[in-house]
């Protein structure tokens, strides 16, 4: 069974031209995983905290986990997710779920202090994409049927693929030639790169976003 419903949509946006082949590196595709938890240096309390999970959809960066509050017996923290938004309060003691990870602080020997830290680190791990296929589809305009550009990984015409698909790395790169690009009128077309399954039919969206095409290279923007 593929990963393909473990793929989560992904902007991003394009710089082409006439002029140049198209050869570009698309992020990994993966879903988030924990890269590590460090303790603040001038932590007064010796706890620890621990992750259980890290579901799809959390978002990538450095979650600051921070004491707010001792009072009644009780010591609460605070998760505060990389753009600074406030995704959960909790107690020290109980496990909670703070946009996506799933944690628990403990008591050590020392008592935590207001103003104890953790950061905690979430990063893409890649995911296995092997036997699925990439379809490029960008359109004239966001109101057209028409198709400016395609690309494929997996053409049935015999011709070399436009989009180059990894396996166990979630690599997807673009290689479409000059003479194609050379085609394509100057402008702004917006884009998604399917993700199909040939076991199953079904298809998502791995990435979605504008694709800026410029006459020559050095005019872009």
């Known amino acids: 069974m593929s990963n393909l419903a473990l793929i989560q949509p992904r902007p991003i946006t394009f710089r082409t031209s006439q002029n140049t082949d198209w050869l570009d590196g698309l992020p990994i595709i993966g879903q988030p995983g924990q890269g590590g938890?460090?303790?603040?240096?001038?932590?007064?309390?010796?706890?620890?905290?621990?992750?259980?999970?890290?579901a799809a959809?959390?978002?990538?960066?450095?979650?600051?986990?921070?004491?707010t509050g001792i009072g009644g017996g009780l010591t609460g923290f605070t998760v505060t997710a990389p753009d600074g938004t406030v995704t959960a309060r909790g107690v020290v003691g109980v496990p909670l779920y703070a946009g996506g990870i799933t944690l628990a602080l403990a008591q050590g020997s020392t008592p935590f202090a207001v103003g104890d830290v953790f950061a905690v680190s979430v990063l893409p791990t890649p995911l296995d994409i092997t036997g699925l296929v990439f379809r490029l589809d960008a359109r004239a305009s966001k109101t057209s049927a028409a198709y400016a550009l395609q690309a494929t990984s997996?053409?049935?015409d015999g011709s070399l693929p436009t989009i180059a698909a990894g396996t166990t790395?979630?690599?997807?790169?673009m290689r479409v030639t000059r003479a194609t690009m050379a085609a394509c009128p100057p402008g702004q077309y917006p884009f998604d790169i399917l993700a199909t399954d040939p076991a199953t039919g079904l298809t998502v969206t791995a990435f979605y976003g504008l694709?800026?095409?410029?006459a020559v290279a050095s005019l872009q923007d």
């Open 57 to 67: 959809g959390t978002p990538l960066g450095v979650h600051a986990v921070a004491v």
């Open 169 to 173: 790395g979630g690599n997807v790169a």
């Open 154 to 156: 997996a053409p049935t």
């Open 37 to 54: 938890v460090v303790a603040g240096s001038a932590n007064v309390g010796t706890g620890t905290l621990a992750i259980a999970a890290v």
């Open 211 to 214: 694709i800026k095409h410029a």
